[in-house]
């Protein structure tokens, strides 16, 4: 209870029956919050048993899930397609976010403005992620329709454009999980950007530097880890994005390389196979499921741990 | 800008006196002009969502739509009502499971043991909750609940969306309690308030509209999603008569009605995305008035 910043409570308020009984209630609110990662853990591992037992981890290095051959099942085309999507979607989302960051803390534009443009995002953030699969429905697929046999014809010697195209493809998918991971990256860059020390900026104006060389050469190296662990956290975002692509990657369980074809990711193959599934599939689906969590798990713990670092790093400038 | 709290963010007025000076200077504007450009091209994909949702949706948004029945694949008329009393009961069952744990958890990482090993835990697996995809939400409740009782039902779509919906709470209720100025707790300590005085009758009236600020979005955001009753809950096309049935929701009509080849059922979607995106706008824009507020202050 040494915080410093709090003052000292006289020790009498320590004692009474009714705080110690409500602050035994926080606690146990506290420590059931804890539990819950545990226990959602716990109880999808236990139905997943039967087909890990089973499968072990030839599960995610097999081309297997056909209803033809209900007694093999495996994940390789899916746990590619989960990586890819995300990949692709960074790879887009990534400078689109900065920049947008970069806008939302340099004056380029009145206020007013900007906080347009920020709630703006916040909203891409809230809106449902079914609600964007409509929209990539209507919009989206046509648009990759219309441009997926120019390219496959022009780039089609490239093994990753390689035709037929089809609007439901890992290039619509990856489209729109673009604009969904975008406000992750836009909100966290902004925070980093926001925490660079005034000084830094003012010494490079005061060295003549433009405004731009003071954003490449001082703002955006000094704000890196925060932008990284950006990057990461939204990167495990994508990877559990589930009805929006579902909707429109086309759920295909061929392994291919292609963008302009039909592919699968680990969320959507739960989502698209989980309602006719039974018996030992409903246990490879929830061994999927499984996998799908401790991946995203595993990588958001090392995005708030690079966060950490970010903060500690630029605090230590102040 | 008149501003003085943007005056470190003021750029300097360089004169280019050479052609290298010059080159930099349209460097800069040209980055300028890129920077603002994107930032304005990804007002396009939200407008032409907003814009779809609308002009589609608001066709068959009458009263009727709000109280009747689904239309069965290839009839017309029918309405979302089951969807939404579906969506409204798991939305209220999962506030109710996650609201109290939500709210003491951030009771007992902000007023009691701040630098606790427990406090740091709830942090860190709060922030590792809103990173977990929904669909794991749903596989859970699917592992627990529907796998114990043998059935779909309103009770385990609310356990998975009070899943997702607990790390919302908890965390901007933990904001919400920081906000709160220490003189105020010094104040009340000086009165001779015991700490659950204190917390009961200072510290949480002077937090309560950031809270249900934190507990609207978290209803806004678990109102549409699909992935976890999807196979908890899902999917019903009559009115609710127990808690241990299958229950529609808003979401998962969209998710549906989508993909048929009824131009009616996907109108009937685009109106029931038009109820969420509603919700959603209105609860944000809550949001940033609550937050806005707290900060000027």
Redesign the interface.
Known sequence: MTDGTESQIPSFHRKGFRFDLFRLFTWVASAATVATLVFIAASILVQAWPAIARFGLGFFTTVAWKTSDPENYGVLPYLVGTAISSLIALLLALPLGVLISIFLSENFLALPLRNTVRFVVELLAAIPSVIYGLWGIAVVIPIVQRIGGPIAGALGFLPLFQGPSSGNSMLTASLVLALMVLPTITAISRTALVAVPGQLREGSYAIGATRWETIFGVLLPTAAPGIVAATILAFGRAMGETMAVAMLIGNSPRLTWSLLSPAGTLASLIANKFGEAEDLQVSALLYAAFALMLFTLLVNVLGELVLRRAQKSISGLR | ?S?AV?N?????E?KAQTARDRL??G??FF??A???G??????I??F??IF??VS?GVGLLTPSVFFELPPAPGQEGGGLGNAIQGTALMVGIAILIAA???I??A???S??D??SM??A??R??????T???????G??A???IV?STHTKSSIAGGVALA?LA?PTI?LTAEQALLGVP?AL??AS?GMG????QT?FRVVLPEAVPAIMTGLMLAV??A?????PV??TATSSAYWLSSLMEPTQSL??L??RF??YPYPHLIQL??TA?LV??VL??L??VTA?LVFGKRKRR
């Open positions: 800008m501003t943007f470190q963010n003021l750029a300097p360089l930099r200077l460097r800069n980055w300028t890129i920077c603002v994107a930032s304005f091209l990804t007002l994909p939200l032409s969502i779809l949702v589609n109290p744990l939500g003491l958890s009771i007992y990482i007023e009691y701040k630098r427990l406090a835990a709830v860190f697996i709060a922030k590792l909750l990173g977990i995809p929904s669909i794991i939400c596989m859970f699917f592992a627990t796998v899943v607990l908890l220490h707790r010094e300590y308030a015991t700490k659950f917390i806004a955001r109102a549409g999603e699909t992935a999807l196979f979401a998962e969209i998710y989508g993909k979607a685009w995305s969420l995106v959603v706008t609860t944000n940033q």
